[in-house]
């Protein structure tokens, strides 16, 4: 049996045109001239995806789409527009589309398009449940997830250590057309600078001392899928201006090598760094940064979504009970109170560090206020039952923080030595106080 694809077009001649070149590829083509007889021949023929233009009168393509979230969802839209912006992108996808096409159409792309979307690779069919929280914030993240997965557009992602920045990103791909291609991850503050390069780029067996064969890099490794460059504000300037090239002429040369390979990967980017700020201060590439953040998400620290710590507490609990065989089974009322009153500045990754800690000191079948109190954080020294309302000691931490950067005329190296703090916990003071020159 056939696919059958509707094809809402009011250009006579393009629909025309279309309608041949999916018939010849074997499809069974119904046509629409305008949106709202679309959505009657939608109704009446039940097609297996559905192929619109956004700009028709007197009911446009968006009308369609809505139709088909609304009623259909398990079918794909493939959005077709001359008006080829972010924006109108954005207002497709918001409204469900599967993928987005400019005019001229390409042949060969509108085919493999529709391809995937018969395949089933539907953008709003997959799930992010890896992350927690039900509150109105976390569902619109994993909308926007959705969002940012539909399209090849790179995407910055950003947010406080410990928000899910890496969750986030295999969200992306889970929802991605290409989620069966390879995610690769590379940490850009964690490998030595003399080796990041190769990593990203790979290089020729005897390009340098130690070469003793070829190696494939990252983007080579990611070939068909995304690659997440994880920290992204810690990639020395030097490679910087490779980077620049790989991403817009989407093509590498590996170190020693004389040839350029092409690749087709989705860029993904992490920081918790202010990266405006680095482009101020002229640490950070400008042209790097607008190639790197055409899409950007903001993930919000768990002290905003307070609604969130319970529910996530309750996973960490079931999961850490079981592994450990615990009898452990529910949270009290005087515990749940702590949680929620203390402000998590290493967010989610430290709520699960404190849950796993917590779960291997109770014994009993009830975790208790006794089994979390005084579990500290890395970043701060005040214990998670006083933290959460102790108003006085965060003003008094501000007040030291900027008595110290003004008497050092905001050298945050100079400042955090006369904290006796580490820099990395002054920028982290800092971004999480909203504290600015």
């Known amino acids: 049996m056939r696919d059958k ?96 096409l400019t005019k001229p159409v390409d042949h060969e792309q509108l085919l493999e398009v529709v391809k995937q979307g018969l395949e089933g690779k539907r953008t709003k069919s997959k799930k992010t449940a890896d992350l927690l929280g039900s509150s109105t914030v976390m569902q619109e993240l994993r909308e926007e997830i959705n969002l940012l997965a539909s399209t090849d557009s790179a995407v910055l992602i950003l947010g406080e250590s410990g928000t899910g920045k890496e969750l986030v990103a295999r969200g992306i791909h889970k929802a991605s057309k290409r989620s069966q291609g390879p995610f690769v991850r590379i940490n850009c503050a964690s490998i030595p600078v003399d080796l990041l390069e190769s990593e990203l780029f790979g290089h020729k ?8 064969e070829n190696h494939e890099g990252a983007f080579v490794r990611a070939d068909g899928g995304i690659l997440f460059l994880d920290e992204i504000g810690d990639l020395p300037l030097a490679l910087q201006p490779k980077l620049l090239h790989a991403v817009e002429e989407k093509e590498i040369l590996p170190i020693g090598g004389k040839k350029p390979q092409s690749v087709s990967v989705k860029i993904l980017s992490a920081t918790n760094l202010d990266l405006d700020e680095m482009v101020r201060e002229r640490k950070f590439r400008t042209d790097l940064y607008y190639r790197l953040n055409i899409m950007r998400v ?22 850490f009970a079981h592994e450990f065989d615990r009898p452990v089974s529910r949270i009290s009322d005087r515990a749940i109170d702590i949680l929620r009153a203390y402000r998590w500045p290493g967010n989610v990754r430290e709520l ?34 006083t933290a959460g309302s102790n108003l006085d000691l965060v003003a008094k931490e501000q007040e030291l923080l900027l008595a110290a950067l003004k008497q050092h005329n905001w050298n945050k190296t100079q400042a955090a030595k006369e904290l006796n703090i580490s820099r990395s916990a002054l920028r982290y003071r800092l971004q999480k106080y909203g504290l600015k020159k």
Not at 19 to 40: I, K
Not at 47 to 60: E, G, Q
Not at 360 to 371: N, Q, T
């Open 205 to 212: 067996k005897g390009s340098f001392t130690g070469a003793t």
């Open 298 to 319: 903001v993930l919000p620290a768990l002290r905003d979504r307070g609604h969130d710590v319970e529910e996530i507490a309750v996973a960490f609990l079931t999961r």
């Open 352 to 385: 699960r560090n404190v849950m796993e800690r917590a779960v291997l000191r109770c014994s009993g079948k009830e975790l208790d206020s006794d089994c979390i109190s005084n579990l500290t954080s890395e970043e701060e020294s005040f214990s998670i039952e």
């Open 5 to 100: 694809i509707l094809l809402v077009e009011d250009e006579e001649k393009l629909r025309r045109i279309l309608q041949l070149v999916l018939s010849d590829a074997g499809y069974e083509v119904q046509t629409a001239a305008d949106g709202g007889s679309g959505v009657e021949c939608w109704k009446n023929w039940k097609p297996s995806l559905v192929l619109t233009d956004l700009k028709m009168a007197p009911l446009d393509g968006l009308h369609v789409l809505r139709y088909g979230s609304d009623h259909a969802p398990e079918i794909p839209c493939v959005m077709l527009t001359a008006f080829g912006t972010v924006e109108t992108a954005v207002e497709a996808m918001k409204n469900g589309a599967f993928d987005f």
